[in-house]
């Protein structure tokens, strides 16, 4: 006697397949810039995006130690000698750099943090896995380090002596220990605010980098002459470590760290009312999952200036 063929698989599995709804046990997807990004991922897929991470970070540190450079260094044919519109060139320029990158294909797979403040406000958020927090951290100080030394190596002392000292930032000698704090922490603070604000708002999101460029190069223009205009702990990390300029190095370090957590405190402040009312307004449920956050405020795997799967 011999068997029939079992039955064919209606629903084979596929990479083309829509996702699946989420249950109430398990967290929805988040949506991101550029698709939807998992909940969860094997400890290699972070490794690889904090790698990304690092690439990025030097090649901004790299670019900005060139472009400090060619546009303040003195013998520069091509420096700018308005003390105030320095900065607002410099800034300008960050800002586009920075957005190119973020929208970089490497920016596209790490999510285009390039800021250690960043990634602890995505995380704070709900946009990003506590678990890749140090290890994007990690790679971002060292591609800081990285990017900067090769900036001083290509250019030669015209980047490595003063008065670019490896493109280190210093407050106005005007401006204390603590005004330089609360500016920088308060610039991050802001940031943190306009992230949450896009995450909420999914639609938005593919304005996002542009955002974050221009909210970068309005810190440095606006802030670049005073506190510095760091608003980034890699940005300072490696100049001011290879340049010896180490005094204010605390701030530029743990003050933005400071505003993420402000800015993130606020933001869910705001929203917690809205949470509360969705929660009254949900069917009771006999699983303690009844309480599930909802998808927007759910951690992402690599997320969120531009993530992908």
């Given at each position: 006697?011999?068997?029939?063929?079992?039955?064919?698989?209606?629903?084979?599995?596929?990479?083309?397949?829509?996702?699946?709804?989420p249950s109430p046990?398990?967290?929805?997807?988040?949506?991101?810039?550029?698709?939807?990004?998992?909940?969860?991922?094997?400890?290699?897929?972070?490794?690889?995006?904090a790698a990304h991470?690092?690439?990025?970070?030097?090649?901004?540190?790299?670019?900005?130690?060139?472009?400090m450079r060619w546009?303040?260094?003195?013998?520069?044919?091509?420096?700018?000698?308005?003390?105030?519109?320095?900065?607002?060139?410099?800034?300008?320029?960050?800002?586009?750099?920075?957005?190119?990158?973020?929208?970089?294909?490497?920016?596209?797979?790490?999510?285009?943090?390039?800021?250690?403040?960043?990634?602890?406000?995505?995380?704070?958020?709900?946009?990003?896995?506590?678990?890749?927090?140090?290890?994007?951290?990690?790679?971002?100080?060292?591609?800081?380090?990285?990017?900067?030394?090769?900036?001083?190596?290509?250019?030669?002392?015209?980047?490595?002596?003063?008065?670019?000292?490896?493109?280190?930032?210093?407050?106005?000698?005007?401006?204390?220990?603590?005004?330089?704090?609360?500016?920088?922490?308060?610039?991050?603070?802001?940031?943190?605010?306009?992230?949450?604000?896009?995450?909420?708002?999914?639609?938005?999101?593919?304005?996002?980098?542009?955002?974050?460029?221009?909210?970068?190069?309005?810190?440095?223009?606006?802030?670049?002459?005073?506190?510095?205009?760091?608003?980034?702990?890699?940005?300072?990390?490696?100049?001011?470590?290879?340049?010896?300029?180490?005094?204010?190095?605390?701030?530029?370090?743990?003050?933005?760290?400071?505003?993420?957590?402000?800015?993130?405190?606020?933001?869910?402040?705001?929203?917690?009312?809205?949470?509360?009312?969705?929660?009254?307004?949900?069917?009771?449920?006999?699983?303690?999952?009844?309480?599930?956050?909802?998808?927007?405020?759910?951690?992402?795997?690599?997320?969120?200036?531009?993530?992908?799967?």
């Open positions: 006697m011999r068997l029939g063929k079992p039955p064919p698989n209606p629903d084979p599995p596929s990479c083309t397949s829509p996702l699946p709804k046990a398990s967290p929805p997807l988040r949506p991101a810039l550029t698709g939807r990004v998992p909940t969860a991922g094997p400890p290699r897929h972070t490794l690889r995006r991470e690092f690439g990025l970070t030097a090649l901004l540190l790299f670019l900005v130690v060139t472009a546009l303040l260094a003195p013998d520069s044919p091509t420096a700018i000698a308005n003390p105030d519109l320095a900065p607002v060139v410099l800034g300008a320029l960050v800002g586009v750099l920075l957005t190119a990158l973020i929208l970089s294909p490497s920016g596209r797979y790490s999510g285009g943090h390039l800021n250690p403040a960043v990634t602890v406000a995505l995380w704070l958020l709900r946009a990003f896995p506590g678990r890749a927090v140090l290890p994007y951290i990690a790679a971002q100080a060292v591609g800081s380090l990285a990017g900067t030394a090769l900036g001083g190596l290509l250019w030669g002392a015209a980047a490595r002596d003063a008065p670019i000292a490896y493109a280190a930032v210093a407050p106005a000698p005007t401006w204390d220990a603590a005004a330089v704090f609360a500016a920088e922490a308060g610039a991050i603070a802001i940031v943190t605010l306009m992230l949450g604000a896009f995450l909420r708002r999914p639609s938005a999101l593919p304005l996002l980098p542009y955002a974050v460029g221009l909210a970068t190069a309005l810190i440095i223009a606006s802030l670049g002459s005073h506190s510095g205009g760091s608003a980034n702990p890699a940005r300072q990390f490696g100049p001011a470590l290879l340049s010896g300029n180490t005094t204010h190095l605390w701030i530029y370090l743990l003050a933005p760290v400071i505003g993420a957590f402000i800015g993130g405190g606020i933001r869910h402040t705001l929203a917690a009312p809205a949470h509360r009312a969705r929660a009254g307004h949900a069917p009771d449920t006999d699983s303690d999952s009844s309480a599930t956050a909802p998808a927007s405020d759910t951690p992402a795997e690599a997320g969120t200036i531009t993530a992908r799967g």
